[in-house]
């Protein structure tokens, strides 16, 4: 059974400064995909990016990158100079690459404040 | 191009009422899904279709009655609510994934917020 663990419920910061949201997976699948979606308080999922399990290179996007690791199962997000916009609940989430019908597991969620 | 639209944005029911959540996407998307987000919690897979007339269970169906006569449209039905089933509804849609197990990026709709009183 595939599983994530966003283990951090809640993360303040002022702005400016950076932070990072963890994500821990399991599954048994070889190959797989993971995902980060935002939820921004008006309620929506923003994708923000999607990763395959053959492709280990981080991914930078503007103040946003992403840290892919297989050996430790984790796919963590951090944003440089964080801003206001950027208070949201960020998921993290899993898909087995069987057939394809993508079926994602989702994480709990992170929600990330950031003040003035 | 509208995305992911659902229908109604909230609504409350009373126990035992039964209701249709409306979701249409315009983009030509075969795969469509449906989730809900209990409080506090990551989304959890209700059901899904992969084509008009194909639709299969997720993670949590029961209470849920699904369809798909169209490409566009894939609407969720409860049949008798229970508080159980307070929660916010999110409808997504994707292209197919290919052959060898290409996963391809879901797209959400808004959402809609139920309330079973």
């Known amino acids: 059974a595939q599983k994530v663990t966003q283990a951090q419920t809640e993360i303040s910061v002022v702005e400016k400064e950076d932070v990072t949201l963890d994500c821990v997976y399991e599954?048994?699948?070889?190959?797989?995909?993971l995902f980060w979606y935002k939820q921004p308080p008006s309620g929506e999922l923003v994708f923000l990016i999607r990763r395959n399990s053959f492709d280990e290179q981080n991914e930078i996007s503007g103040r946003y990158s992403w840290n892919f690791q297989k050996s430790t199962s984790s796919f963590n997000f951090t944003i440089t100079a964080s801003q206001v916009v950027d208070s949201a609940v960020y998921f993290c989430?899993?898909?087995?690459?069987?057939?394809?019908?993508?079926?994602?597991?989702f994480g709990t969620g992170t929600r990330l404040q950031v003040t003035l | 191009n509208a995305g992911v639209t659902q229908t109604p944005k909230f609504r409350i029911l009373k126990i035992g009422q039964s209701m249709t959540l409306q979701c249409a996407q315009d983009?030509?998307?075969?795969?469509m899904y449906w989730y809900r987000q209990d409080p506090g919690m990551g989304l959890k897979l209700i059901y899904y279709s992969v084509g008009a007339g194909i639709t299969d269970k997720g993670e949590v169906p029961n209470g849920y009655n699904v369809s798909r006569s169209t490409t566009e449209d894939f609407p969720l039905r409860l049949e008798l609510a229970a508080p159980s089933q307070t929660s916010v509804y999110f409808c997504?849609?994707?292209?197919?994934?290919?052959?060898?197990?290409?996963?391809?990026?879901?797209?959400f709709g808004p959402g809609t917020r139920l309330l079973v009183l």
């Open positions: 599954t048994r699948d070889t190959t797989y995909y």
């Open positions: 989430a899993l898909s087995e690459a069987r057939g394809t019908a993508s079926k994602l597991t």
């Open positions: 983009m030509n998307h075969n795969y």
């Open positions: 997504a849609s994707s292209t197919p994934g290919l052959a060898g197990g290409r996963v391809e990026t879901q797209y």
